[in-house]
């Protein structure tokens, strides 16, 4: 989903090394806002992409485990 308020615009926060997205942020401008060297900022229009996807190959891939669903004792 994305949300745009003006020039709002959603961002996804990637990890250098492994390319996993570490946050979502909102910025006014992409270039208001630079990240430290371990970082870079990708845009999230069109996708549901967050946190703990891989962006990779120019696309942004879920790599997250599937829940495991436990009964509780009863």
Same mark, same amino acid.
């Given at each position: 989903?994305? *949300? +745009?308020? /003006?020039?709002? %615009?959603?961002?996804? $926060?990637? &990890? *250098? +090394?492994t /390319?996993?997205? %570490?946050?979502?942020? $909102?910025? &006014?401008?992409?270039?208001?806002?630079?990240?430290?060297?371990?970082?870079?900022?990708?845009?999230?229009?069109?996708?549901d992409?967050?946190?703990?996807?891989?962006?990779?190959?120019?696309?942004?891939?879920?790599?997250?485990?599937?829940?495991?669903l436990?009964?509780?004792?009863?």
């Amino acid at each position: 989903m994305v *949300v +745009k308020m /003006n020039n709002t %615009q959603i961002y996804a $926060v990637i &990890d *250098v +090394k492994t /390319n996993i997205v %570490q946050n979502v942020i $909102v910025l &006014d401008n992409e270039n208001q806002w630079e990240p430290s060297t371990d970082l870079y900022i990708k845009s999230l229009i069109d996708t549901d992409a967050g946190i703990g996807w891989k962006f990779e190959n120019n696309n942004f891939i879920d790599i997250r485990p599937e829940p495991v669903l436990t009964s509780l004792p009863t």
